[in-house]
């Protein structure tokens, strides 16, 4: 699965931003994409997945009720919608595929895109 992640940015704290992530998959594919974050000195770590045929979501307890996942299979395209930004949420995001048969959502995953940077300011 070849993935792009973009519409990362400069935002201040509380403000919000949508990352987008182009996949190229077929509309009924059993995979989950995820994302995927790395800030500085530190290591990556899980923010959202979404499975791409049922559009069921998981998101990691630090940014629950923050931020969406969701997908538009016509464009081939995963969201994710981050809202009330916060400095801490500073970080390369990446997203990454995985098919719903290997294992849980979580991970590990098997295809990555190139990350996009996210800087929030306080």
């Known amino acids: 699965v070849q993935l792009q992640a973009f519409g990362g940015g400069l935002v201040q704290a509380g403000g919000s931003l949508r990352l987008s992530c182009a996949a190229s998959?077929?509309?009924?594919?059993?995979?989950?994409i995820g994302w995927f974050r790395q800030a500085p000195g530190k290591e990556r770590e899980f923010v959202a997945a979404?499975?791409?045929?049922?559009?069921?979501?998981y998101y990691a307890d630090s940014v629950k009720d923050r931020f969406t996942a969701s997908r538009d299979r016509t464009k081939n395209t995963v969201y994710l919608q981050m809202n009330s930004l916060k400095p801490e949420d500073t970080a390369v995001y990446y997203c990454?595929?995985?098919?719903?048969?290997?294992?849980?959502?979580?991970?590990?995953?098997?295809?990555w895109g190139q990350g996009t940077q996210v800087t929030v300011s306080s």
């Open positions: 998959l077929r509309t009924f594919s059993r995979y989950y």
């Open positions: 979404i499975t791409w045929s049922g559009g069921l979501t």
């Open positions: 990454a595929a995985k098919t719903e048969y290997s294992g849980s959502y979580y991970g590990p995953y098997d295809d």
